[in-house]
């Protein structure tokens, strides 16, 4: 594999200048904030310890600034975009900046939230800079859709960093929290300022790695009926599981049935349990 120019990436200079020819204006409707340091993109790939036998997909590669990082390390790179100007500039870019991993390349035009298969192999890796509107649900629909991701590494808002990676008891301990741990260990990664964006944003960004289980919980419940509890548990964060749980279960007598079946306390509340609880509370739904 023949290595790429040391200036094949993205620099402040370069960021702009694409930008300009694009009349692209990033936009905070889709929360766009472009990543212009070529040490920033460097440093999230190797925190993702990406392999050479990689398939990574990326989801909002806006300019490319993180793509060619990625082309760099990985086998090959699938990047998902939703904006048409950045779609179609996106393949000339890399052609243009490293032609000689283009091949290793692949765009798909689209929603994330809509993709539901990638071309070529299989992905076994997430590495993206999450647009902040959209970055849990993406994120969960990412991990559910493709089995085959093992390693994910997303750069969010730093308090949805915190909230991804927070841990029973926390006070940022939620639906985020349960559901990415359902499907891997959590941790964070990592911060990264805000001078390192285009524009910057007026939030600090934390890295969040993910590791998938590699056995699923051990459980009886799916995915679907797990979840169910968990919505039920944080709507009404305040009152205890045997309330908050009631219009799931039925009744409170029926969610208090389930809990003490589970052997969790009905006076309990959802910020308290981890995802295995919940799963044992789905479990005992009558």
Known sequence: MSSPTPDALLGPADVRELAAALGVRPTKQRGQNFVIDANTVRRIVRTAEVRPDDVVVEVGPGLGSLTLALLEAAD??????????????LPATVAARMPERADRFALVHSDAMHVTALPGPAP???V?????NVA???LLHMLETFPSIERTLVMVQAEVAD???????????????????????????GAIGRNVFWPAPNVDSGLVSLVRRTEPLKTTASRREVFAVVDAAFAQRRKTLRAALAGWAGSAAAAEAALVAAGVSPQARGEALSVEEFARIAEHKE
């Open 124 to 126: 076994t890796a997430l």
């Open 128 to 132: 993206a800079n999450l647009p902040y």
């Open 163 to 189: 909230r991804l990676a927070a841990g029973p008891g926390s006070k940022v301990y939620g639906v985020p929290s349960v559901k990415a741990n359902w499907y891997a260990e959590v941790r964070r990664a």
């Open 136 to 138: 849990v649900p993406v």
């Open 76 to 89: 090959r790179v699938t990047a998902v975009e939703i904006d048409d100007v950045l779609a179609g500039a």
